[in-house]
């Protein structure tokens, strides 16, 4: 359950998350692109707060479960019991958008769901943002793989509706419940359906981009972060509000040609730029996405933060920064980080470990330089429909017969094993992947801290999962 909320000596602040799909680390001006055009988002850098090492998880449902939750996604609860590959958020999950709600904010989602099954016609519509901790919800129950229907509240009102004019018309509804609710504390969430394909841009910006039609796309969304950022300045919002720019997971590579880096007119996927890989993998390019926070006279201009963050990190530190206080039942895996948010990157934990699952397979272990990818099959079953990992290039297909540690402050690419002269790093991060799987879990056990809400007998032993699918219909967008 909820704590009783804090009480804070200032208003509480506004936040903003604009949260993309399927954007490469490098698909921006600011992150190194060579051929995309995002002018707004590196202004907008450049008067806040660039992170080099923000994590999001492989894949979108599983992304939007940890965003909402501050848990890693084989943590939290699900209807039914059985753990999906995108998470079907079960109702008695405390998302961040109910903690703002015990500090008075007005909440409103504005975009792609994606936790109340991975479908636009068979989903729990009890399950939606309306009852999940959002006043108003205004888009669409998950990816735009066919088609997209959109509703409002709980109400269908477009079926199939132009892909083309998503990102405007969302951006449009933000401003407006901005508008509404400008007089008191308000979160906006704003899941954006694009670049996840399939692709569409509006006539302003159909064809205008070196990139072609995914760099049409990203420079769409550049423009209206950009509105975006302009309302909140106009109406004097701007110095009381944070607004956090990231996207869930990395590039979709197998919509470019061999699954090369998206760099070409012709690639409708993104690009990792030095990270190795991209979505549905636990290699850099997968998890590693760009992230910008900007909030003028809280968040020093001009700064770039190295230390580990993520989007687990997101409920603790709204929480904290609004006097409110995340769920005290339960283990809650992200942490406040108002330091790095305000610049004081001193204060930054050296101890901080992040941990890459794959659906239920915990892959790999970071902490600070040091990555360790642990022992796995080429073709793990306990990634299920991804033992065949047709979503990367067959080169990044690998298994490691033994632990295999990554240097990233000099190899982002995980192309060396450096564990023979590192030993005591190996130890260390096997000691923490130990400590994990007894706490969370792992494809083979459920850890102690796994989370099972309408359970009537005894825990299961190992994560149930529903039944694997036909080799032919393997595989999730």
Not at 51 to 57: G, P
Not at 104 to 129: E, M, N, R, V
Not at 311 to 329: H, I, K, Q
Not at 432 to 458: I, Q, S
Request: aromatic content about 10%.
């Amino acid at each position: 359950m909820l704590a009783g909320a804090g009480r804070a000596a200032t208003p509480p602040p506004n936040f903003v998350v604009v949260f993309t799909d399927d954007q490469g680390y490098e698909d921006l001006g600011s992150f190194g692109s060579p051929n995309i055009r995002t002018p707004r988002l590196d202004a907008m850098a450049a008067e806040g707060m660039t992170f080099t090492d923000f994590y999001a998880q492989p894949i979108c449902g599983p992304s939007r479960a940890a965003l909402m939750t501050g848990c890693y996604p084989m943590r939290v609860a699900e209807r039914g019991m059985v753990k999906q590959i995108h998470p079907v958020l079960h109702e008695d999950e405390i998302t961040v958008a109910e903690v703002l709600k015990t500090r008075g904010y007005a909440t409103g989602c504005f975009g792609k769901w994606d936790l109340a099954t991975h479908s636009q016609t068979d989903f729990h519509i009890d399950l939606f943002p309306t009852r999940q901790g959002f006043d108003e919800f205004f888009g669409t129950p998950t990816s735009n793989d066919r088609f997209v229907n959109l509703y409002r509240g709980e109400e269908l009102l477009e079926r199939h509706a132009e892909m083309a004019t998503l990102t405007q018309r969302y951006t449009d509804e933000a401003i407006d419940f901005i508008d509404r609710h400008k007089e008191e504390p308000f979160f906006v969430y704003i899941p954006h359906t694009m670049p996840h394909t399939r692709l569409a841009a509006s006539p302003q910006f159909k064809g205008k981009s070196p990139r072609g039609l995914y760099g049409d796309v990203i420079e769409e969304l550049d423009f209206h972060v950009g509105r975006l950022l302009d309302y909140l300045t106009e109406q004097g919002l701007a110095e009381n509000t944070y607004v956090l720019f990231t996207s869930d997971n990395g590039p979709w590579l197998n919509k470019n040609k061999n699954f090369a880096d998206g760099r070409l007119p012709r690639d409708h996927g993104g690009s990792a730029g030095p990270l190795r890989s991209g979505k549905v993998s636990t290699f850099e390019g997968g998890v590693r996405v760009p992230a910008i926070l900007w909030g003028p006279g809280r968040v020093p201009a001009g700064t770039t933060c190295e230390s580990i963050a993520s989007t687990l990190d997101v409920l603790p530190t709204f929480a904290a920064l609004a006097g409110a206080e995340p769920p005290d039942d339960r283990v809650i895996d992200g942490e406040d980080v108002r330091h790095l948010f305000h610049g004081e990157f001193d204060r930054a934990d050296p101890d901080k470990a992040y941990y890459y699952y794959l659906r239920m397979h915990l892959q790999a272990v970071r902490q600070g330089r040091w990555k360790l990818h642990l022992p796995r099959e080429q073709e793990p079953p306990a990634v299920g429909p991804f033992a065949v990992n047709r979503h990367i290039a067959p080169a990044d297909r690998v298994g490691f017969e033994t632990p295999f540690l990554v240097d990233l402050e000099t190899d982002p690419g995980e192309t060396t094993d450096v564990s023979a002269a590192h030993p005591e790093a190996v130890t260390r991060l096997l000691t923490l992947a130990e400590a994990m799987r007894a706490d969370l879990g792992d494809h083979d056990r459920v850890g102690a801290n796994m989370r099972f809400f309408d359970l009537t007998g005894p825990r299961p032993a190992v994560p149930p999962v529903p039944p694997l699918k036909s080799p032919a219909k393997r595989g999730a967008k």
